[in-house]
Protein backbone atom coordinates (compact mmCIF):
# COMPACT_ATOMS: atom_id res chain seq x y z
CA UNK A 1 0.00 0.00 0.00
CA UNK A 2 1.57 3.07 -1.25
CA UNK A 3 0.66 6.75 -0.52
CA UNK A 4 2.00 9.57 -3.57
CA UNK A 5 2.10 13.02 -3.60
CA UNK A 6 -0.28 14.18 -6.17
CA UNK A 7 1.93 17.26 -6.99
CA UNK A 8 5.20 15.55 -7.76
CA UNK A 9 4.42 11.83 -8.01
CA UNK A 10 6.98 10.74 -5.68
CA UNK A 11 6.10 8.06 -3.15
CA UNK A 12 5.43 9.36 0.94
CA UNK A 13 4.26 6.49 2.48
CA UNK A 14 4.47 2.80 1.54
CA UNK A 15 3.36 -0.39 4.08
CA UNK A 16 3.67 -3.97 3.13
CA UNK A 17 1.87 -6.70 3.99
CA UNK A 18 -0.82 -7.40 1.49
CA UNK A 19 -0.63 -10.19 -0.84
CA UNK A 20 0.08 -8.78 -4.91
CA UNK A 21 -3.65 -9.07 -5.87
CA UNK A 22 -5.66 -6.48 -4.29
CA UNK A 23 -9.40 -5.74 -5.76
CA UNK A 24 -11.06 -4.15 -2.41
CA UNK A 25 -10.54 -0.26 -2.40
CA UNK A 26 -9.08 0.99 0.81
CA UNK A 27 -11.16 3.31 3.05
CA UNK A 28 -10.17 6.01 4.84
CA UNK A 29 -11.07 7.99 7.77
CA UNK A 30 -9.70 11.23 9.84
CA UNK A 31 -5.81 10.15 9.85
CA UNK A 32 -6.78 5.81 8.96
CA UNK A 33 -6.39 4.35 6.29
CA UNK A 34 -7.36 0.60 6.17
CA UNK A 35 -7.18 -2.01 3.19
CA UNK A 36 -7.62 -5.70 2.61
CA UNK A 37 -7.41 -8.56 0.24
CA UNK A 38 -8.10 -12.13 0.36
CA UNK A 39 -7.02 -13.87 -3.04
CA UNK A 40 -3.36 -15.71 -2.73
CA UNK A 41 -3.65 -14.60 0.52
CA UNK A 42 -5.67 -13.12 3.47
CA UNK A 43 -4.62 -9.73 4.50
CA UNK A 44 -5.94 -6.62 6.14
CA UNK A 45 -3.77 -3.44 7.59
CA UNK A 46 -4.87 -0.37 9.50
CA UNK A 47 -2.38 2.63 9.16
CA UNK A 48 -2.10 5.60 11.41
CA UNK A 49 -1.29 8.58 8.16
CA UNK A 50 -0.32 11.15 11.06
CA UNK A 51 3.36 12.19 10.39
CA UNK A 52 3.55 8.92 8.03
CA UNK A 53 6.33 9.10 5.78
CA UNK A 54 9.02 6.18 4.60
CA UNK A 55 8.30 2.61 4.92
CA UNK A 56 6.05 1.93 7.88
CA UNK A 57 6.00 -1.90 7.64
CA UNK A 58 7.17 -2.56 11.31
CA UNK A 59 6.22 0.58 12.47
CA UNK A 60 3.55 2.14 15.68
CA UNK A 61 2.03 3.98 12.23
CA UNK A 62 0.31 -0.11 11.56
CA UNK A 63 -2.54 0.14 14.12
CA UNK A 64 -3.49 -3.13 13.35
CA UNK A 65 -3.40 -6.61 11.14
CA UNK A 66 -5.44 -9.43 10.00
CA UNK A 67 -4.63 -12.69 8.37
CA UNK A 68 -8.31 -14.30 8.58
CA UNK A 69 -11.78 -13.67 7.34
CA UNK A 70 -10.69 -10.14 4.93
CA UNK A 71 -12.51 -8.86 1.68
CA UNK A 72 -11.99 -10.01 -1.76
CA UNK A 73 -14.51 -8.13 -4.64
CA UNK A 74 -16.47 -6.14 -2.30
CA UNK A 75 -15.25 -3.19 -0.34
CA UNK A 76 -14.99 -2.41 3.16
CA UNK A 77 -17.27 0.38 4.42
CA UNK A 78 -16.14 2.63 7.21
CA UNK A 79 -18.89 4.42 8.94
CA UNK A 80 -18.54 6.16 12.12
CA UNK A 81 -15.76 4.57 13.57
CA UNK A 82 -17.32 1.25 12.74
CA UNK A 83 -15.81 -0.95 9.59
CA UNK A 84 -18.24 -3.32 7.77
CA UNK A 85 -16.84 -6.01 5.05
CA UNK A 86 -17.29 -9.50 3.58
CA UNK A 87 -15.67 -12.58 4.02
CA UNK A 88 -13.93 -13.05 0.02
CA UNK A 89 -17.26 -12.63 -1.31
CA UNK A 90 -19.15 -14.86 1.31
CA UNK A 91 -22.58 -14.02 2.86
CA UNK A 92 -19.88 -13.87 5.69
CA UNK A 93 -20.08 -10.14 7.91
CA UNK A 94 -17.74 -8.44 10.21
CA UNK A 95 -18.39 -5.55 11.87
CA UNK A 96 -15.36 -4.29 13.40
CA UNK A 97 -14.43 -1.40 15.34
CA UNK A 98 -12.24 0.41 12.90
CA UNK A 99 -9.61 1.76 16.37
CA UNK A 100 -8.88 -1.67 17.71
CA UNK A 101 -9.37 -3.89 15.10
CA UNK A 102 -12.24 -5.90 16.98
CA UNK A 103 -14.61 -7.84 15.35
CA UNK A 104 -17.93 -7.92 16.96
CA UNK A 105 -19.49 -10.93 14.40
CA UNK A 106 -18.79 -12.65 12.52
CA UNK A 107 -22.44 -12.70 10.98
CA UNK A 108 -23.84 -15.08 8.46
CA UNK A 109 -26.32 -13.32 6.71
CA UNK A 110 -29.52 -14.63 4.69
CA UNK A 111 -28.13 -13.82 1.43
CA UNK A 112 -25.97 -15.30 -1.42
CA UNK A 113 -22.32 -14.66 -2.83
CA UNK A 114 -21.63 -10.82 -3.02
CA UNK A 115 -19.70 -8.36 -5.93
CA UNK A 116 -21.34 -5.50 -4.68
CA UNK A 117 -19.56 -3.15 -1.94
CA UNK A 118 -21.79 -2.55 0.87
CA UNK A 119 -22.94 1.03 0.85
CA UNK A 120 -24.31 3.59 4.34
CA UNK A 121 -27.30 6.11 3.94
CA UNK A 122 -29.68 7.32 6.91
CA UNK A 123 -28.32 5.55 9.98
CA UNK A 124 -28.64 2.23 7.47
CA UNK A 125 -26.61 -0.29 5.77
CA UNK A 126 -27.39 -1.81 2.63
CA UNK A 127 -25.60 -5.28 1.05
CA UNK A 128 -26.39 -6.71 -2.25
CA UNK A 129 -26.57 -10.08 -2.97
CA UNK A 130 -25.48 -11.53 -6.52
CA UNK A 131 -28.97 -12.58 -6.93
CA UNK A 132 -30.44 -9.09 -6.41
CA UNK A 133 -31.56 -9.19 -3.18
CA UNK A 134 -30.96 -6.61 -0.91
CA UNK A 135 -30.66 -6.96 3.24
CA UNK A 136 -31.05 -3.31 4.74
CA UNK A 137 -29.51 -3.29 8.30
CA UNK A 138 -29.49 -0.65 11.29
CA UNK A 139 -26.23 0.61 11.80
CA UNK A 140 -24.59 -0.62 14.85
CA UNK A 141 -22.33 -3.61 16.36
CA UNK A 142 -25.12 -6.33 15.94
CA UNK A 143 -27.07 -7.08 11.80
CA UNK A 144 -30.40 -5.87 12.75
CA UNK A 145 -32.00 -6.46 9.69
CA UNK A 146 -34.72 -4.19 9.06
CA UNK A 147 -35.77 -5.30 5.53
CA UNK A 148 -35.12 -7.18 2.58
CA UNK A 149 -35.93 -6.60 -1.00
CA UNK A 150 -35.52 -8.27 -4.41
CA UNK A 151 -35.68 -6.75 -8.19
CA UNK A 152 -35.55 -10.15 -9.94
CA UNK A 153 -32.35 -9.99 -11.65
CA UNK A 154 -28.41 -10.39 -10.91
CA UNK A 155 -26.56 -7.34 -9.38
CA UNK A 156 -22.62 -7.24 -9.58
CA UNK A 157 -22.38 -3.36 -9.15
CA UNK A 158 -22.08 -1.56 -6.35
CA UNK A 159 -25.54 0.35 -5.02
CA UNK A 160 -25.30 4.04 -5.90
CA UNK A 161 -26.82 6.76 -3.27
CA UNK A 162 -27.76 10.15 -4.32
CA UNK A 163 -30.11 12.36 -1.84
CA UNK A 164 -32.92 10.53 -0.87
CA UNK A 165 -32.53 7.92 -4.19
CA UNK A 166 -30.80 4.42 -4.25
CA UNK A 167 -29.34 3.29 -7.89
CA UNK A 168 -29.21 -0.59 -8.60
CA UNK A 169 -27.85 -1.81 -11.73
CA UNK A 170 -29.16 -5.41 -12.68
CA UNK A 171 -28.03 -6.95 -15.51
CA UNK A 172 -30.91 -5.83 -18.11
CA UNK A 173 -32.31 -2.69 -15.89
CA UNK A 174 -31.24 0.56 -13.82
CA UNK A 175 -33.41 0.73 -10.80
CA UNK A 176 -33.90 3.79 -8.82
CA UNK A 177 -35.76 3.39 -5.71
CA UNK A 178 -36.94 6.53 -3.40
CA UNK A 179 -38.66 6.91 -0.65
CA UNK A 180 -40.33 10.72 -1.91
CA UNK A 181 -41.69 11.29 -5.42
CA UNK A 182 -38.96 12.94 -7.53
CA UNK A 183 -39.14 16.81 -7.65
CA UNK A 184 -40.50 18.42 -10.13
CA UNK A 185 -41.42 15.62 -12.38
CA UNK A 186 -42.74 17.89 -14.97
CA UNK A 187 -39.20 19.08 -15.85
CA UNK A 188 -38.01 15.56 -16.22
CA UNK A 189 -37.42 12.78 -18.88
CA UNK A 190 -36.96 9.47 -19.08
CA UNK A 191 -35.88 7.83 -22.04
CA UNK A 192 -35.27 4.21 -21.96
CA UNK A 193 -33.43 2.85 -25.00
CA UNK A 194 -33.83 -0.68 -26.04
CA UNK A 195 -31.62 -2.88 -26.66
CA UNK A 196 -29.74 -2.56 -30.10
CA UNK A 197 -31.00 0.92 -30.53
CA UNK A 198 -29.26 4.02 -31.18
CA UNK A 199 -30.46 7.09 -31.84
CA UNK A 200 -28.72 10.02 -33.78
CA UNK A 201 -27.28 13.45 -32.31
CA UNK A 202 -30.51 15.41 -33.11
CA UNK A 203 -33.05 13.30 -32.22
CA UNK A 204 -32.72 14.00 -28.68
CA UNK A 205 -31.00 17.74 -28.20
CA UNK A 206 -28.22 17.78 -26.16
CA UNK A 207 -27.14 14.44 -26.47
CA UNK A 208 -24.97 12.69 -28.15
CA UNK A 209 -24.51 9.13 -30.28
CA UNK A 210 -25.89 6.43 -27.72
CA UNK A 211 -24.61 2.53 -28.34
CA UNK A 212 -26.19 0.58 -25.95
CA UNK A 213 -24.08 -2.74 -25.60
CA UNK A 214 -26.10 -5.94 -26.45
CA UNK A 215 -27.65 -7.11 -23.32
CA UNK A 216 -28.04 -4.35 -21.79
CA UNK A 217 -31.04 -1.15 -21.41
CA UNK A 218 -29.50 2.45 -21.72
CA UNK A 219 -31.17 4.60 -19.07
CA UNK A 220 -30.89 8.38 -19.93
CA UNK A 221 -32.05 11.60 -17.74
CA UNK A 222 -32.39 15.04 -19.45
CA UNK A 223 -33.56 18.31 -17.66
CA UNK A 224 -35.38 21.02 -19.61
CA UNK A 225 -32.52 23.44 -18.13
CA UNK A 226 -29.55 22.92 -20.72
CA UNK A 227 -27.27 23.84 -17.47
CA UNK A 228 -29.01 20.68 -15.35
CA UNK A 229 -28.46 18.15 -17.60
CA UNK A 230 -27.13 14.50 -16.87
CA UNK A 231 -27.31 11.23 -17.87
CA UNK A 232 -27.05 7.53 -16.72
CA UNK A 233 -25.34 5.10 -18.64
CA UNK A 234 -25.43 1.35 -19.05
CA UNK A 235 -22.75 0.30 -20.88
CA UNK A 236 -23.16 2.98 -23.77
CA UNK A 237 -20.30 5.20 -24.69
CA UNK A 238 -21.35 9.15 -24.94
Not at 33 to 43: C, F, L, M, P
Not at 49 to 59: C, Q, R, V
Not at 117 to 136: E, H, I, K, Q
Not at 149 to 171: D, F, H, K, Q, W
Request: glycine fraction near 8%; aromatic fraction near 8%; proline fraction near 7%.
Amino acid sequence: LRAYDLRTGKVIWSCGGLPNTVVASPVAAGSRVIAGASYVRRAMIAIDLEHAKGDLTDTDHVLWRRRTGTPYVPSPLLQDDTLYFFHHYQNILSIVDARTGRDHGPFRLPLRSLYASPVAGDNRVYLTDLTGATLVLAHGNKPKILARNEIGEPVSASPALAGNELYLRGMRHLFCIAQDKIPNPENRKWIIVDIGVTFADDTIPGIDLIYPDPGFICLLYTSDAADERSSVDLGGRR
